[in-house]
């Protein structure tokens, strides 16, 4: 039977830097997607811009009797699929705030865990003999 005597923690450092490494990479993971998000807005973006223009100029020739009736079904394709990008740059924007609230929260984490660390070695008084 073991000994409650011989239990020895591991050095606070080597926590401290388990916790920072994993912190980093979850960091990275964070920007990653983030930055995901963010190409995939910007195209989005730019095709709505294009499918937008592309809808006004049809309704327009429509208008002015410069293109057939019959190309009505074309406006409701293009309204439909300005309403699915407009859907989707939301859904993006919602995503987008959710990573930018993650990476607050794990800076917020990281930086309770900074702090405990300083307290505590603030605590111990020297010679004590932590670990």
Not at 86 to 92: D, G, M, N, S, T
């Amino acid at each position: 039977m073991a000994s409650i005597f011989g239990f020895r923690s591991r050095d606070p450092a080597r926590d401290r830097q388990a916790d920072v490494s994993r912190l980093d990479r979850l960091a990275k993971l964070f920007e990653q997607i983030a930055a995901e998000i963010e190409a995939e807005r910007t195209g989005l973006e730019n095709r709505y811009r294009t499918t937008s223009t592309n809808a006004a100029f049809l309704v327009e020739a429509m208008e002015n009797g410069s293109a057939s009736d019959k190309r009505s079904s074309e406006v409701s394709a293009l309204t439909q699929s300005i309403l699915n990008c407009e859907r989707r740059i939301a859904a993006l924007s919602r995503q987008d705030g959710m990573m930018k609230e993650l990476r607050h929260s794990l800076d917020m984490v990281f930086d309770e865990d900074a702090s405990s660390v300083a307290a505590a070695e603030f605590a111990w008084p020297a010679g004590a003999g932590r670990g």
